[in-house]
């Protein structure tokens, strides 16, 4: 399917992938079209091995060796120069790319059979929530994927981190399924985090980081866990349709109008639920969903940073 141009959508360990043959341009073309995503925004393109970092980027620095060696198959996004060959379809007409290794085995079979580089952005429409099965896939493409691989729903359920390393230091672009902590661990320093829509000094930023993405249907509301009592009884008496809670662990004295779905438990565990929540939401009718997020540290940083993309958008 992939050789004959076709569009196939993979598990990941993070979320459900749009894959497109990346060395065929009308290919990626209609990753663009089915996704209604501007051609402006690249895609990651997804390699078998790490080996492979050095045909597909130019003069690779000891750093992005040191990262993909530690990191690699595993969430962590490298944009790195690109080599002569990517095409400027795949990086939206810019000298950089995007690389990772998934750590899946259905993801790693496919890209060993298929061979070459797949280009792949979430499989979802243009700033909807991000698919972690294959049926959020089918309910979101529909006929428009020629395939959907059904791995089951993935382990991390948030997208990966990116780190830009085309400037002097390794910058955090999006917060993901790879601590920050760990980053620093490996790299032996503080890594600069720049994960707001508005471009950084240096410039740096992912285009596609929009406050608008993430968003499900019902109104996100968040609330520490402390407050959550009046959020709740605030929105009830404000809001014209049912109003749901999303938190960490059962929370006791609220009142009994709320629809609470099932705790998303410690910020590892919130992260793979994150997603199926939020549409859950949606199944459900709610017009609010009030969302206690984890702690703000490790994976919980991602959840953190999407919840408040959630909350921002749908204001
Ligand atoms: O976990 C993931 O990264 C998933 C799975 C499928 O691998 N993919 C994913 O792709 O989240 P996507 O396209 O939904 O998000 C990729 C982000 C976008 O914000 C895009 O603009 C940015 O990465 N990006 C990709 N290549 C880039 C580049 N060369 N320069 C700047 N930003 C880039
Ligand atoms: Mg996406």
């Not at 990262?67 to 400027?88: M, Y």
């Not at 993405?213 to 404000?238: G, K, M, T, W």
């Amino acid at each position: 399917m992939l050789r004959s141009g076709g569009l196939v959508a993979f598990p990941t360990e993070t979320v459900y992938g749009l894959g497109a043959d990346a060395s065929n341009d009308a290919a990626v073309a209609r990753v663009f079209s089915v996704k209604g995503r501007p051609t402006d925004h690249p895609l990651i393109v997804h390699l078998a091995d790490a080996e492979q970092l050095d045909d597909w980027a130019a003069d690779v620095s000891p750093t992005a060796h040191l990262l993909a060696d530690a990191f690699w198959p595993g969430p962590l996004t490298l944009l790195v120069e690109r080599s002569s060959s990517v095409s400027l379809a795949v990086t939206g007409g810019r000298s950089t790319v995007g690389l990772r290794v998934p750590d899946h085995t259905v993801a790693l079979e496919l890209l060993r059979a298929f061979g070459g580089g797949i280009a792949a952005p979430s499989a979802n429409r243009f700033g909807r929530v991000s698919p972690t099965t294959a049926a959020h896939v089918v309910a979101d493409l529909g006929d428009d994927v020629d395939l959907v691989l059904d791995g089951g729903a993935c382990r991390v359920g948030v997208e990966s981190t990116i780190v830009d390393l085309t400037g002097e230091l390794p910058v955090v672009l999006r917060a993901g399924g790879i601590s920050v902590d760990r980053l620093e661990e490996v790299l032996g320093h503080v890594v600069e985090v720049h994960v707001s829509a508005e471009p950084s000094e240096s410039g740096a930023r992912a285009p596609g980081m929009l406050e608008a993405h993430y968003a499900p249907e019902a109104r996100i509301i968040l609330s520490s866990e402390h407050d959550v009592i009046n959020a709740v009884n605030d929105a009830l008496a404000a809001a014209t349709g049912r109003v749901g809670l999303l938190a960490p662990t059962v929370l006791v004295g609220l009142s009994e109008d709320v629809v609470e779905l099932e705790p998303a438990g410690t910020a590892d565990d919130y992260a793979a639920v994150l997603y199926s929540r939020l549409r859950q939401a949606d199944r459900l009718g709610l017009s609010v969903l009030i969302c206690v997020p984890p702690p703000n540290v490790g994976v919980g940083l991602a959840v953190n940073d999407r919840l408040r993309r959630a909350a921002a958008s749908s204001r």
